[in-house]
C-alpha cells in the first residue's frame, strides 16, 4: 500500500523544518517567497493532500470568514458577496453568511453572540441605524480581524473597501448641470450613514462649483427602497418651484423618481431629469431607462476579502482604506435641456 506523503517528508526531502512547510502551504508572510514555492512545488509534485481540520486545529486557523450584511435580495449585496467568495475560494477559505436585514438591534444582537472561536475574520456592512460603534470594537479588542465594506461606522480606524461615494455623486450631478438642468434635487439615504453624507457632500461640490444655489427643501433623507423614492418625489413635485432633475442615492429610490413622475404625466428626461447610483439591473429595465453611477460591488467584495485575510495571517497588519472609483452609464433618464 502507497504511504500518504505527509509534512515531515517535504521538510525532510528540502532539508527544511515540519513548522516551516506547514507555514509555507498556509501562505503565511514570515515565510521566504523562494522556500514558499520550493514547497508548493513539491508538495504538487508529490500529490500532497493537506488534512485540513488537522492544519486547522494545529494553526488554530478555522479557514471560516463571516460576511455581516443589511440584506440578502439586494443586487448590489448579492454581487458583493460573490466577489467575496471569489477570493475566499482562491485563498481556500469558506464564507458563513449573517443578514441583519438593516436593523441595528439584530446587528448588535448577533455580533455579541457570534462564535468567534469558529470564524478567522469578519467583513461587515452596517445597517442603516447603527449609530453606536462599541461592538464592533469590542471585537476588534479582542482580536478579531475586520474589514468594513461600503457601509462603515463614521469613525472606525478598521480597514474599509469603500467605493468613491463622492466623486461618484459628484460626476452625477455634474453631468445633469452640464445637460442644462438647474434646480437639482438629492433624494438621499439616512443621514447616519457614511456614505449618505459623502454623496450628499459630492452633489453640494457640484452646484457649489458651477454656482447654483442650495436649496434645503431639495434635500430629502428617507429610506432606500423604491417606495422612499416615490414619496420623496411626490414631495418634491408639492413644492411650488419643482426641481427639474433628480439626484438618487440609489436606483431604486430612482426608479420611484421615475414610476411617480410618470403618473403625474411628466416626461423623464424632457421636463425632469432623473439619475442613479448603483447600475442595479433594474435600470436598464425601467422606461426610459436609468442613467446612473455604477458601483464596482464585485471589484468590492473580492479586495475586501483579499485585505481581510492579510489582516488574518499577519495581525499587525496595518489598517488601510481603499477608494474604488464608479463609473457613469449614460442611458435615456437625462435629456439636453
Request: hydrophobic share 35%; charged share 25%; net charge negative.
Amino acid at each position: 500500500m502507497k504511504k500518504n506523503i505527509g509534512i515531515k517528508e517535504i521538510a525532510d526531502i528540502l532539508n527544511i523544518s515540519v513548522s516551516t512547510v506547514s507555514r509555507a502551504l498556509r501562505d503565511t508572510y514570515d515565510v521566504n517567497p523562494e522556500t514558499r514555492n520550493r514547497v508548493l512545488e513539491l508538495a504538487k509534485e508529490l500529490n500532497f493532500k493537506p488534512n485540513k481540520n488537522a492544519a486547522a486545529l494545529a494553526s488554530g486557523s478555522t479557514k471560516n470568514i463571516g460576511i455581516v450584511i443589511p440584506f440578502i435580495t439586494n443586487y448590489y449585496f448579492s454581487t458583493v458577496i460573490s466577489g467575496i467568495q471569489e477570493q475566499a475560494y482562491e485563498s481556500g477559505y469558506n464564507v458563513i453568511l449573517y443578514v441583519t436585514n438593516d436593523n441595528a438591534e439584530r446587528e448588535r444582537d448577533l455580533l455579541e453572540n457570534l462564535a468567534i472561536t469558529s470564524l478567522d475574520g469578519l467583513l461587515i456592512s452596517i445597517s442603516s441605524d447603527s449609530l453606536l460603534e462599541d461592538h464592533f470594537e469590542r471585537l476588534r479588542n479582542d482580536g478579531v480581524p475586520i474589514v468594513f465594506f461600503d457601509r462603515a461606522p463614521m469613525n472606525s480606524t478598521a480597514s474599509k473597501v469603500l467605493q468613491d461615494d463622492f466623486q461618484g455623486a459628484y460626476e452625477a450631478t455634474n453631468y445633469l448641470i452640464k445637460h442644462g438642468y438647474s434646480r437639482i434635487a438629492h433624494i438621499a439615504g439616512p443621514k447616519e450613514l457614511k456614505f449618505t453624507q459623502q454623496r450628499l457632500n459630492g452633489y453640494l461640490k457640484a452646484l457649489e462649483q458651477h454656482r447654483l444655489p442650495v436649496r434645503s427643501d431639495y434635500i430629502i433623507h428617507s429610506g432606500f427602497s423604491q417606495n422612499n423614492g416615490s414619496e420623496d418625489t411626490e414631495k418634491l413635485l408639492g413644492l411650488t418651484q419643482r426641481p427639474d432633475a433628480i439626484f438618487a442615492v440609489n436606483d431604486r429610490k430612482a426608479v420611484g423618481a421615475i414610476l411617480t413622475l410618470k403618473q403625474h404625466h411628466i416626461q423623464v428626461g424632457a421636463e425632469v431629469g432623473v439619475i442613479g447610483f448603483t447600475n442595479d439591473p433594474i435600470a436598464s429595465v425601467v422606461e426610459p431607462n436609468l442613467t446612473t453611477i455604477e458601483e464596482p460591488a464585485f471589484e468590492i467584495g473580492k479586495r475586501s476579502c483579499e485585505l481581510l485575510i492579510k489582516h488574518i495571517k499577519n495581525r499587525n497588519y496595518e489598517s488601510k482604506d481603499v477608494i474604488l472609483p464608479g463609473r457613469l452609464i449614460v442611458r435615456d433618464s437625462v435629456s439636453f435641456q
